[in-house]
């Protein structure tokens, strides 16, 4: 993975057919998808359920670009292990998640991964500005965590305040949640380079006709490259 700022769309197969996921991985990597982003929720920190390290790790059979796990669970650490064997190339623990972040990062570096950093709407920018040199990505959440298809909340304050504290370093910023054709445009121009999208991507196609996935990505990036 060498880093870049071009902008990258990463769906989440929070809204693939949960019964076929290897085919829905194959398609959105057919239709351009830069990274495959896989929500890992726990019922726990954020109320609902989706999958561990077993499905994970057979998700990574199917994965040909990066692999960008976002987790949604308390406590991190001792799952951590579990996800790099399962193949993840991107770990992303939350802010929020425990009181102990910046050991969190050190692990999931020492564990062979990169390491990210998601924010809740309520956290703001300032509490990771002692993380940015143990952080690959900054996860700007734009809806409260815990399902797909919710309406996208306007974090563009926040984006840019990080954009101008990461500066040069090879960070990325990552929005999550109500990505589409008319809020992408607004955090790329505030300076993100990653955006997760899942009901914007999956709406209208399947996996028998995925052309739609591919329509549905290449409006996503229109519109965010026509803001930069
Ligand atoms: C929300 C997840 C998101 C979600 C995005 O908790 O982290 O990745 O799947 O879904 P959309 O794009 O439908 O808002
Ligand atoms: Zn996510």
Not at 61 to 70: F, L, P, S, Y
Not at 109 to 134: F, H, Q, W, Y
């Amino acid at each position: 993975m060498t880093f870049s700022r071009k902008i990258k769309i990463a769906p989440s197969i929070l809204s693939a057919d949960f019964a076929d996921f290897g085919r829905e991985i194959q398609a959105i990597e057919a239709e351009g998808a830069d990274w495959v982003h896989i929500d890992v929720m726990d019922g726990h920190f954020v109320p609902n359920l989706t999958f561990g390290p077993p499905a994970v790790a057979a998700f990574r059979k199917h994965v040909k670009t990066v692999m960008d796990v976002h987790l949604m669970i308390a406590p991190v650490d001792p799952y951590i292990d579990a996800y790099a064997k399962a193949g993840a190339d991107i770990l992303t623990a939350h802010i929020e998640a425990g009181p102990h972040i910046h050991r969190t990062l050190q692990a999931i570096r020492g564990a062979g991964m990169k390491a990210g950093i998601a924010l809740n709407p309520g956290t703001p920018a300032e509490a990771v500005s002692d993380l940015l040199d143990m952080a690959d990505l900054i996860c700007v959440m734009t809806v409260n965590p815990g399902f797909g298809g919710q309406k996208f909340i306007d974090m563009t304050a926040k984006v840019r305040k990080l954009r101008a504290m990461i500066g040069d370093r090879p960070v990325h910023i990552e929005i999550d949640g109500g990505m589409d054709p008319v809020t992408a445009p607004l955090m790329a121009a505030a300076g993100a380079d990653v955006l997760v999208a899942g009901s914007a991507v999956f709406k209208g196609g399947s996996v028998e006709n995925h052309a739609v996935y591919g329509q549905n990505i290449r409006a996503i990036r229109a519109a965010a490259e026509s803001a930069l």
